[in-house]
């Protein structure tokens, strides 16, 4: 090979990006889609994290998970395998591996005509299965939505840290919603799929499997979520005290119609 042909090959290959670049892309393509579109069928969801009496139901749709394309970008390496046939429709699978090797990991099928998911499923960092939603049966053509992703407000990472000091958030985790019910604040932690939920309370809660909780002060703060108990109990390890009142500009009104 001459030596002009060897520098136009190897510009080539490093033009080409990270080999999960264009499974990325593809797999944020059908949850931009999934934002005004959603199929609708019957669904069997199993949710074995939080533990609950009845794992398993029926639903006409799949639960809502608030997938954040920048963040996922972000946090996880995406890769894609298949095809493989769900409720008799062909799917390609996306496997999302977290760089946080303590956050769950997700699969996601998405169906091959209509650009859709079809499935998912949520292991944690062990390997147990969490949770999973999968279509038996889908109707005629999906249905629409609306599913807008709200931005991340800017000035909130400084101000909860501001609110909470000593806080460590955990690897990928950053603030992105904040809820007030009369002397409780709670705020969501999102790496772009899982989430966690940060609240500081005149009362704390019993430690339990994905959840820590300390008294800060005046207040207790707990965060709850599917993390390795150690890394939650680490993320709270430096509070002393809670002052959430400063995030006060950046509550969100509930929606009413989900």
């Not at 931009?32 to 199993?46: D, F, M, P, S, Y």
């Not at 958030?169 to 790496?191: C, I, Y």
């Amino acid at each position: 090979m001459s030596r002009a042909a060897w520098l136009m090959a190897a510009l080539l290959i490093l033009s080409s990006g990270p080999a999960d670049a264009a499974d990325a892309d593809d797999l944020l393509l059908a949850l931009k889609r999934a934002r005004t579109l959603a199929i609708r069928g019957q669904a069997e969801v199993t949710v074995n994290f939080p533990p609950g009496s009845e794992p398993t139901r029926r639903a006409g749709q799949l639960p809502h998970v608030p997938f954040r394309p920048a963040l996922l970008e972000r946090n996880f390496t995406v890769s894609r395998s298949g095809p493989e046939t769900l409720a008799g429709r062909a799917t390609t699978r996306y496997d999302l591996s977290p760089h946080n090797a303590g956050a769950s990991r997700w699969s996601l099928w998405i169906d091959t005509v209509w650009n859709l998911p079809l499935a998912y499923e949520e292991r944690l960092a062990d390997g147990s299965l969490a949770r999973r939603a999968a279509f038996v049966k889908v109707g005629a053509l999906p249905a629409k939505v609306s599913r807008p992703v709200t931005s991340v407000p800017a000035g909130l990472r400084a101000a909860l840290l501001r609110a909470l000091p000593g806080l460590r958030l955990p690897a990928g985790f950053v603030p992105v919603d904040v809820r007030r019910q009369g002397k409780r604040w709670t705020v969501t932690l999102s790496d772009g799929v899982n989430v966690l939920a940060l609240v500081a309370a005149p009362r704390g809660v019993q430690a339990a499997p994905g959840v820590a909780s300390r008294k800060a002060g005046t207040r207790a703060v707990w965060l709850v979520g599917a993390l390795p108990q150690n890394a939650l109990r680490d993320a709270l390890a430096g509070v002393r005290e809670a002052d959430p009142e400063g995030l006060g500009t950046f509550v969100t009104v509930p929606d009413s119609n989900p």
